[in-house]
């Protein structure tokens, strides 16, 4: 593997910057969905410690984001548990799909690791 992306180099490339943006905005997307529920939680009898949770969750999303950016292997194992998480306790708690989540997972495992995969090298 190390023969395959020899000529790499650390430098973030469009490739890498595009697909982080993209699983900000899908990210910024489910964020948006959860405040909107927390707006409207007395009308849909929503627990409290369930928000705390949720939100918990987004920020761990956003920190593998930013850990991906700055090279850091945590982030590129952070994301995902967090984003599944996400879906996870939307589907359980209040039956709700989100697509948004699918979606994230779906860029991440494509287009995401399309581009981290050969920067693998410069991570630590």
Known sequence: MKDE?????????LGFILSLCALVLFSIMGIGIDADEFLQK????????YFYMIFFVDFLMILGIVLIFYYRKIGIFIFPVAVLMHYLMHNYYLSTFLYTDVTNLFLYIT???LAFIPKWQFFK
């Open 42 to 49: 007395k009308d849909l009898n929503i627990p409290e410690w």
């Open 111 to 113: 287009v995401g690791l």
């Open 5 to 13: 992306f020899a000529n790499e180099n650390p430098k973030k490339d």
